[in-house]
């Protein structure tokens, strides 16, 4: 009652509060009308319906108001990313549809193959390579001795303090315990690393060609992902500048991932280290996925020895050690990112299956089968190019590591896709270059097969392009 | 150029669009300081920090906003939830903290263990039961014969074809394989049904007690659990009324999870169905997560038997079959939904491990196991009643189900916080009320070990409150 009149009260503040939610909508309606109206000319002028340097200018705007208005740039942002969704909409812009996965194409496969066709899978990424013997016993040993229980879920410290010795072995990096989080697959430690550090509205600079997972997750969370796209005729090199160009306000990491699915590509130390100091520089997050570190036929520069201030090195038993159907990966970072991989682990999963950890144990000591792993990749890699060599219409790099082949296609009327649906009408599945990018004239060929049988794969592309 | 003055050009509107953007952004950094006032204000007049009759009233306003603008209510919603986040922030009111989980309790007491303590544990919702002896043969038989490759993200079609034929037997439902996908634990499955139907801004009804993972995921997808009181003076019943008058404009779904964790409550089949109307009339998804639907000592309804227009049901091998250490669970719902949580296992962690779901087979057939172990629960419940009945300052309800009980302290000077505490010192662990909701002077007990173990533990307990 004996308020100084000047102060408003809890009631009018919020009348004001609720004035303002509302004119917030009302303006959205307004975007919205505009936006249909651009839409409509963009239309009539047969203009690209989405524009990059449109959708930067809005960004640095909203950057530069948050910061006048006091308001938080990541709150900011997305609301941006709200509104720039919703007016792709009333323009009648559908989001990215998703290419053909390899996922798909293996699940086309293998359903062929269930209809009782004879495949030549060079399709799926995964080695033919039996798990070390040492695993399986580990694994049956642990499931009759009833370790059959919920476990931390970063990890059973035996595997952790096993994990900390191989990454020391391989790396000289000394990682504690809380710097380390074992993961329901290397998949699952991509999607956390980039969860944990990406935000919706945000964006992360990614690598193209390169394995589908990093874009879809970023699309999943909302983020944009920045493709930097590499080329065949420039050796898949990468070209930091371009990097550099790349970085908007909103961007937040850098994915990298060699030995390169699906080029092969292994970039120099000096390439690599100059990407650090850029991320340094820009203060970004690196994500290196090194699940094909071992699979490389010359020194594979890798985030552990070249620590940026901040990164997350992703990897996974998969292909090292042929585990794919085990499921088990890990993550190594800052103790804050750890945490936060821990959490999203325990809030879905729980943790790893106990008995598959305990196996896990015994591959980080399967030195000899890595060994032979590696060697007969090589071989294969050998044997492929020689063979590729008489196809005059393919064109392809030949790879440094991992454990496939992208070559392109160069002859008249032979896309990706239509070369792909061919080969597998002769008994071939391949994955079209589409699933990696804007690659429509590649293809991916798959070493995880006896080398006698990649070949013969290999031999039918020849007929088919004869 | 001789285009009609009357219509703007693309960059007049793209300048408008610039100008309406930032003007939202303006208003939120408005929005933000009246909140502030209002933060201020409540501090001086001691009144609570948040308001749910406050926030209800800007929900259904920004929802009519949206009609009246024509924007979509799902993203005027997503919009507010930012808005909302931004000015608790700016009032300081720091987000929900998560309470003690079942797991952090857990970790506590691995560690005691693993430095040397003798401890009763009866914290963790584990069965000490072994799985099937066929399951561990099938596992194994599975490893020895490379069954160790990536699979379907829905599941191995044996798999599916087994669940089918025992969600047959069980429920007479015939469920299609596209209405139903394995998961990488039952966890999981709720994860994966909570993103399918529920997204930033919207809210769920949530039971109270219950498992925290509920209301874990909920705030992580940035939708808010309305938390459904049920109290054990009223026999942990479930009103439907109350369930009625909770709705909000945004609510999506109800999460019911009979029999109940903490508090082993079966709902009958009348207030089942109720329920189901309920959803019916209002559009709601109903989640149920039917993981203990085997440990019940009367018939627990089940959605598969009363199927809502719109429904999930969540379930897993953990329980009912003692596999914890599997990580292995599913989801059945419309071909829809379905979809979604197959896309979310496929991109998080492509696949569950093959030769686990080539031993899950073996579980649906193991009625031996299954019967024996249930047997075995009502054993326990009942001996646990037995030995609860001498303790004057515990009162309980007896459990229909589940493996648990949620006993209230009533006894002057005890939260439960303090007797978990106390009694851990006697060597005996328990997890504490507020770890399942509001309940700061209940805590749970585990059935999870040999009777005669729990006996012991619940003796100690009557020590302590001696």
Not at 96 to 120: E, H, N
Not at 204 to 217: D, T
Not at 272 to 293: C, H, K, M, P, Q
Not at 450 to 456: F, M, N, R, S
Request: net charge neutral.
């Amino acid at each position: 009652m004996s308020k100084a009149k000047a102060e408003p009260d809890i009631a009018e503040l919020r009348a004001d509060i609720a004035e303002t939610t509302k004119e917030i909508i009302r303006l959205m309606g307004r975007r919205n009308d505009l936006a249909r109206q651009v839409g409509r000319l963009k239309a009539r002028e047969s203009l690209p319906a989405e524009d990059d340097a449109v959708e930067d200018s809005r960004l640095r705007e909203v950057t530069e108001e948050c910061d006048r208005a006091g308001v938080d740039r990541g709150a900011g942002l997305k609301i941006l990313a709200v509104l720039l969704a919703e007016s792709k909409k009333a323009q009648g812009i559908s989001p990215p549809a998703s290419g053909p996965t390899p996922m798909s194409v293996f699940a086309k496969a293998l359903a062929l193959q269930k209809g009782g066709a004879k495949l030549i899978r060079l399709d799926v990424g995964e080695p033919d390579f039996r798990p070390p013997k040492a695993v399986l016993e580990a694994c049956i040993e642990a499931l009759v001795g009833f370790k059959t229980h919920y476990t931390e879920p970063s990890g059973i410290p035996a595997l952790l303090l096993a994990l900390r010795n191989y990454l020391r072995r391989k790396s000289g990096l000394e990682v504690s315990n809380d710097e380390l989080a074992v993961t329901p697959s290397g998949r699952f430690a991509v999607y956390a690393a980039l969860s944990a550090t990406i935000s919706e509205g945000d964006s992360a600079l990614v690598l193209e060609p390169s394995w589908p997972a990093y874009k879809e997750v970023l699309h999943h969370i909302g983020a944009k992902p920045i493709m930097i796209r590499t080329k065949l005729e420039e050796g898949w090199s990468l070209s930091t500048e371009a990097l550099a160009e790349a970085i908007r306000p909103n961007t937040k990491a850098i994915v990298l991932s060699y030995p390169n699915n699906p080029t092969g590509k292994v970039i120099s130390p000096e390439t690599f280290r100059s990407v650090v100091e850029l991320a340094d520089d820009r203060g970004l997050t690196v994500i290196s996925d090194e699940i094909y570190n071992e699979y490389s036929s010359k020194p594979c520069p890798s985030i552990l020895r070249t620590t940026p201030k901040k990164f997350i090195l992703t990897s996974s038993f998969s292909k090292t050690w042929a585990m794919t159907g085990f499921r088990i990966g890990y993550a190594v970072s800052s103790r804050d990112v750890i945490t936060k991989v821990a959490k999203m682990t325990s809030m879905e999963v729980t943790s790893v299956p106990e008995f598959i950890q305990f196996g896990a144990i015994k591959a980080l000591d399967a030195d000899t089968e890595v060994k032979s792993n590696v060697e007969e990749m090589k071989r294969r890699i050998d044997a492929v190019s020689e063979e590729l060599d008489k196809i005059d219409s393919l064109e392809y790099f030949r790879p440094d590591g991992a454990m496939y082949f992208f070559p392109r296609l160069r002859k008249q009327g032979w896309s990706g896709d239509r070369f792909v649906e061919s080969l597998l009408e002769r008994g071939v599945s391949v994955t079209p270059g589409l699933a990696f990018g804007d690659y429509p004239d590649f293809f991916r060929i798959s070493l995880g097969q006896p080398k006698e049988t990649i070949l013969e794969g290999v031999r039918r592309m020849g007929d088919l392009l004869a």
